[in-house]
């Protein structure tokens, strides 16, 4: 079943509709927090926001669909990034602290969202397209016009291993942002 989130626009939302999602994320955030991603269903989310759990699967297909929402949405879209400093790598490891910082903040969501994002739900695979593009899109920002695709591409994958591994137990939370800047330094002092 496809979500009317996935296949509306945001701005296709009417009000209400958009004050029942918002309520979702919400709620959902709360749960995620009170029992983690493994205890979190769709019916609790539902409940804990006031409404049916049929009216929240019209909007979330699954739960790994309404963890990468929350991720983009509680993440990326509520903490954009001031794009700071005077060279690139100042101002792309402005964006990964950043990042990191935010992540850090909501362990909970990161862990859920780590693991929803590895899934193959289309409506994940289609928020998956949306995140990537807006991490892209912080790193031209930051780069300018050096802004070259195979860099672009260097620093995403690097920023999305990082991710990964952090979500694995790998790296911590509280060292995300030094190794990111370290790994983010090394890429752009022979690129730029």
């Known amino acids: ?54 009216t929240a699967y019209t909007y979330f ?11 983009h949405r509680k993440v990326l879209l509520e903490h954009p990034v001031e794009i700071e400093g005077t060279g690139p790598i100042e101002r792309v490891t402005g964006v990964t602290r950043h990042l990191a910082t935010v992540l850090g903040s909501k362990p909970h969501l990161a862990a859920a969202a780590n693991h929803a994002l590895l899934g193959t739900d289309p409506d994940v695979e289609r928020l998956r397209v949306v995140i ?10 930051a780069l300018g016009a050096t802004a070259d695709a195979e860099l672009l591409d260097a620093l995403t994958l690097a920023l999305t291993g990082a991710l990964l591994q952090t979500g694995l137990g790998l790296i911590s939370y509280d060292h995300l942002a030094d190794r990111l800047d370290a790994v983010m330094a090394t890429i752009l002092e022979g690129n730029t």
């Open 132 to 141: 990537g593009a807006e991490i892209v899109e912080r790193f031209e920002r």
């Open 1 to 54: 079943m496809s979500s009317q989130v996935s296949t509306l626009p945001r701005q296709g939302l009417n009000p209400r509709q958009a004050e029942t999602v918002a309520k979702l994320l919400d709620a959902a955030e709360r749960e995620l927090a009170a029992v983690g991603p493994e205890g979190l269903t769709i019916r609790t989310v539902a409940g804990r926001a006031g409404v049916s759990s049929a």
């Open 61 to 71: 297909s699954s739960r790994n669909h309404l963890f990468a929402e929350l991720f």
